[in-house]
């Protein structure tokens, strides 16, 4: 099973922002993800995570929520896409649309 996991969390709190930003805030839960070992990858608009099992995914949201504990008030959104007999997707999906527009392969 393939389950792949976008979303964005970020403290919405005053106590937990610079001013209007929220990155530092952010790039604890992205070194929780990179810590894991996990396939990632950082969009400019949240963080797409691949594992095996959904209970995987929900742990990392979990984790990611106690990076911000100290806040008050916290976002959240998730999608999720889940599928059997697949795996490597987060480098897949897109390499089967490049390979449609006559791109080169992403590594």
Same mark, same amino acid.
């Given at each position: 099973m393939s389950v792949l996991l976008e979303f964005a969390m970020f403290p919405t709190s005053d106590e937990c922002r610079e001013g209007s930003g929220v990155s530092k805030q952010v790039s604890k839960i992205i070194d929780m993800i990179d810590s894991s070992g996990m396939a990632y990858q950082?969009?400019?608009m949240g963080t797409i995570i691949e594992v095996d099992e959904i209970k995987e995914a929900l742990d990392i949201v979990e984790k990611a929520y106690e990076c911000l504990s100290d806040c008050d008030r916290v976002y959240s959104s998730l999608k999720f896409d889940i599928r059997k007999s697949k795996s490597n997707r987060l480098k897949q999906k897109i390499a089967s649309v =490049? $390979?449609?527009?006559? $791109? =080169?392969?992403? $590594?």
């Open positions: 950082l969009t400019p =490049e $390979k449609h527009l006559g $791109k =080169e392969v992403s $590594k």
